[in-house]
């Protein structure tokens, strides 16, 4: 499967972004997926995840938790990143993740991967 993030750009603190996912190659309804992102000299760090088939089942980073919602709309072979009351911290690369498996939080655990897309929040 092969996926493709965007979405990202340049948001004051306190705004909103949503990122995209797109896949392509198999139909994506038979996979979990992730987010992740990534700062310079930072090991990628765990975003959010959502099951596979109605996406059911999510979890969080703590860090992240009640500020971002992760959605997949399986009839358009997308997942979203909605992003809302964000925070310098969370100036990163964003990088959707995919995978047979769902319940790690390990970036190592995601078979595919997009290509990153930059978020940068202003203070």
């Known amino acids: 499967v092969q996926l493709q993030a965007s979405g990202g750009g340049l948001v004051q603190a306190g705004g909103s972004l949503r990122l995209s996912c797109a896949a392509s190659?198999?139909?994506?309804?038979?996979?979990?997926m992730g987010w992740f992102r990534q700062t310079p000299g930072k090991e990628r760090e765990f975003v959010a995840a959502i099951s596979s088939g109605s996406g059911g089942s999510t979890y969080y980073a703590d860090s992240v938790k009640g500020r971002f919602t992760i959605s997949r709309d399986n009839a358009k072979n997308t997942v979203y990143l909605q992003m809302n009351s964000l925070k310098p911290e969370d100036t990163a690369v964003y990088y959707c993740?995919?995978?047979?498996?769902?319940?790690?939080?390990?970036?190592?655990?995601?078979?595919?991967w997009g290509q990153g897309t930059l978020v940068t929040v202003s203070s």
């Open positions: 190659g198999r139909t994506v309804s038979s996979y979990a």
């Open positions: 993740a995919a995978d047979r498996s769902f319940g790690s939080t390990r970036f190592k655990d995601f078979r595919y």
